[in-house]
């Protein structure tokens, strides 16, 4: 099977976000695709000609979960995303288990802004843990360090600097308002609802 991209050009034209950024950031996703497919190829003739105890099949290999996770990644954060202005419906299961983990809906969105305003590079994802049924804002750096083993990603904001640069430069927390703004937040609901037993 080949990973094939997801056309996300329906974000464009999203207020606070100039089609120039997002055309740039749906450049920068395509690579990783593209590079998750040459590394499952590249590994795959590497363990058929027998060179798995190489540095380089070594190195492949643990290039694997940067190429793969900076694919899903983007795909879980323009997934969120809408052109259009939403409302979180404060009646849902989602809404209910945020206001139980963090007091409120706005005492979460204060912690997940904070995260996002962390100095460094990387991913903020509000993320369920469908075993302890806990909901946590995370940092992820990097794309392949700092995840919660079994955890679902429900929101997810990128924070690397080419996600907003072009358009805010330094101003990043001007940016994550303007994410804010453009969460499609009926999305974010029903990866709960698939998740939460």
């Known amino acids: 099977m080949v990973y094939e991209s997801k056309n996300f050009d329906h974000l464009l034209g999203t207020p606070g976000f100039s089609d120039n950024l997002l055309k740039n950031h749906f450049t920068l996703y395509q690579g990783y695709v593209k590079n998750t497919n040459l590394l499952i190829e590249t590994l795959s003739k590497m363990l058929s000609e027998g060179k798995t105890g190489v540095p380089e099949f070594a190195e492949l290999k643990r290039r694997f979960g940067w190429e793969f996770n900076g694919m899903r990644l ?3 954060y323009f997934g969120n995303m809408k052109k259009t202005l939403t409302k979180i419906n404060k009646n849902s299961n989602f809404s ?7 007091s409120s809906y706005e005492n979460w969105e204060k ?3 904070a995260v ?3 100095r460094g590079i990387g991913w903020v994802i509000l993320c369920y843990d469908p075993i302890g049924k806990r909901m946590f804002n995370i940092w992820i750096n990097e794309h392949d360090t700092g995840h919660l083993a079994d955890s679902v990603p429900l929101l997810v904001m990128d ?12 101003k990043r927390a001007d940016y994550i308002n303007a994410f804010f703004n453009a969460v499609d937040w009926e999305t974010v609901v029903n990866r709960f609802d698939k998740c939460a037993i």
Not at 96 to 102: A, R, Y
Not at 159 to 168: I, K, N, Q, T, W
């Open 74 to 76: 983007h795909e879980f």
């Open 96 to 102: 209910k288990q945020l206001t139980k983990e963090f």
């Open 111 to 113: 912690d997940f802004k």
């Open 116 to 118: 996002g305003a962390m």
């Open 159 to 170: 924070v690397f600097e080419h996600a907003f640069m072009l358009d805010y430069s330094l």
